[in-house]
């Protein structure tokens, strides 16, 4: 049987995507660059350390498998990093590659995060192999990392009030897994949207529904933003995400009802709704 390596396979996008290819009867080896996080990976999947910033560690990462799923990390040097995982993958002779990128990675060229993929999406499609390049929107799990302050009253993201086209992780892990296990996706690059765009105070007015007290959004003052983030995490990546919700307060990241169609039709389902994500993530 063909065996799938996911890199990342221990994040937010990397985790759900390995159950949904053990639902599959897809057989997993997922990297982890501690071993120590080997035992905490779900039951039939196979551990295996290795670490992008070591390409050295890469060629045993893949001896004997068919297929990759690629997350790449938010850091300042993810370029190298996809780059090397992808040469080594293609040396060990991995047939298929599903890679996480970003939507509008093409168009949203300022913001940091977002054109440092293009590499490697490019590296991908040049080196002969079946590929798929996924492109998803915000996460709704995103909100997650602010559930105290939600359950306080105040929604901090500054999402502005063009939309955005936001998305369940759990739609992008179908997708990916179905790219994996099935034929007729190689050569394609997927927009990963969800089925509305939601504005900042939109998002404030259904959490408000929901919770059945106020939540507020706090705005659009990005400099009062960067304040607060720059205590818990470094300065380059504040400033990164401070570029990527300024491109989000003048554009949006709205997607075209053609995209929304296609994702319905390789899901096999409409994508799920931010409503439905926070009825089961905020019961009240």
Do not use: C
């Not at 990342?8 to 290819?21: A, D, K, N, R």
């Not at 290795?50 to 004997?64: D, I, K, Q, R």
């Amino acid at each position: 049987m063909a065996k799938t390596v996911v890199i990342g396979g221990t994040g937010t996008v990397g985790s759900q995507t390995v159950q949904e290819l053990l639902k599959r009867g897809a057989e997993v080896r997922v990297m982890t660059r501690s071993a120590n996080r080997i035992a905490s990976l779900p039951k039939g999947v196979e551990g295996v350390t290795g670490n992008m910033l070591e390409p050295e560690s890469l060629p045993a990462v893949f001896a004997g498998a068919d297929k990759l799923f690629l997350v790449t990390p938010l850091a300042r040097d993810e370029t190298a990093q996809g780059i090397d995982a992808v040469d080594a993958a293609v040396a060990a002779g991995i047939r298929r590659i599903v890679y996480l990128s970003v939507h509008q990675a093409d168009k949203a060229l300022a913001i940091p995060h977002f054109v440092s993929k293009l590499p490697i999406e490019g590296v991908i499609r040049a080196s002969g192999v079946e590929h798929t390049i996924l492109r998803p929107n915000n996460f709704y799990q995103n909100d997650l990392a602010v559930l105290d302050a939600i359950r306080a009253g105040v929604y901090p993201q500054p999402s502005g009030s063009v939309g955005l086209h936001r998305v369940d992780v759990r739609d992008i892990a179908e997708a990916a897994s179905i790219a994996l296990t099935q034929p007729g996706h190689s050569g394609k690059t997927y927009s990963l949207v969800g089925p509305r765009s939601w504005t900042g105070v939109e998002i404030s007015e259904m959490l408000t529904r929901h919770l059945g007290k106020p939540v507020i959004y706090a705005g659009d003052d990005l400099k009062a933003w960067a304040a607060q983030m720059r205590a818990f995490a470094p300065g380059w990546l504040v400033r990164d995400l401070e570029i990527m919700f300024q491109y989000f307060l003048n554009a949006g990241l709205l997607a075209t009802q053609a995209e929304i169609d296609e994702i319905t039709v390789l899901l096999g389902h409409a994508p799920r709704t931010y409503d439905a994500f926070v009825k089961e993530v905020l019961p009240v």
